[in-house]
């Protein structure tokens, strides 16, 4: 994510892979962007990703998707704080699956 100082408001496609890069997630890249990467004339407005099913590499996707939600929070977009939610639900079930609890912070910031 964006390391300026300021704190962001949203994240571009790039940001989101240099994120997931940061993170150390081991993922390959499909859909549209994979798509527009290799030259297709089409548009996306999300990255689409198949992740590592190790359980290191899901504890690190993991922490780096609680930092999408954090952006979430931030944002003055009115469908980031529609969708926030929904990110917040599938982070838990995501959580719970692999067997990581739900941060009680987390749960009290509802």
């Known amino acids: 994510m964006p390391t300026s100082g300021r704190k962001p408001t949203s994240a571009s496609l790039g940001e989101v892979l240099e994120g997931l890069l940061d993170a150390g997630v ?8 994979a798509a527009v990467i290799q030259g297709a004339p089409v548009t996306t407005m999300d990255v689409d990703v198949v992740h590592s099913q190790s359980p290191e590499n899901i504890a690190r996707l993991l922490s780096f998707l609680k930092t999408l939600i954090e952006l979430k929070k931030t944002s003055t ?34």
Do not use: A, H, W
């Open 26 to 33: 081991d993922f390959i890249l499909v859909g549209g962007l």
């Open 77 to 110: 977009d009115p469908k980031d704080k529609q969708r926030l939610p929904v990110l917040k639900e599938t982070l838990r079930q995501l959580e719970e699956k692999y067997g990581r609890g739900v941060d009680k912070e987390d749960s009290d910031n509802e």
